[in-house]
């Protein structure tokens, strides 16, 4: 597992772009798609990442039948940003979702994302580089 560091918890939480990030995932035969998500994201731990799961059909189809998933962050004004890579579960029940539903109270899942790998997605000659 990699570990988010203060930083990155910070840029995900105030720096990056509001309320956006994009999730990669792939269908069980490799078809890749990509998601934009408005919502919440919660970081429980320094090894994972939480997001709401609001009209997410697809995306939610990938991580069940292959949960290798990536999500990226990025602040288009200073054009830094972090992609993390990780495996994923849909959690549709429990206090995970308990607690998310109390930022919104509608939801029906959540995806918890254990972060394996971290990349820097920064303008220049670090763009790429993994770093955890």
């Known amino acids: 597992m990699a570990k988010l560091t203060p930083e990155m918890k910070n ?3 105030k ?18 798609n990509i998601s ?8 429980p731990d320094d ?19 292959n949960p290798n998933v990536t999500i990226a962050a990025m602040n288009s004004k200073t054009f830094k940003g972090y992609q993390f890579k990780g495996k994923a579960e849909v959690v549709e029940s429990g206090p995970v979702l308990e607690d998310a539903r109390k930022l919104n109270p509608g939801l029906k899942s ?3 994302v254990k ?4 990349y820097l997605m920064d ?3 670090q763009a790429g580089k993994k770093i955890a």
Do not use: H, M
């Open 36 to 43: 934009i998500k408005g919502t919440f994201v919660v970081i």
């Open 110 to 112: 959540v995806t918890r």
């Open 115 to 118: 972060v394996q790998e971290i």
């Open 47 to 65: 090894e994972t990442i939480l997001f709401a799961d609001v009209y997410s059909s697809k995306t939610l189809e990938n991580v069940k039948r």
């Open 123 to 125: 303008y220049g000659p």
């Open 15 to 32: 720096e990056r772009d509001p309320a956006q990030i994009f999730v990669g995932t792939a269908t069980r035969d490799g078809i890749p």
């Open 11 to 13: 840029f995900l939480n």
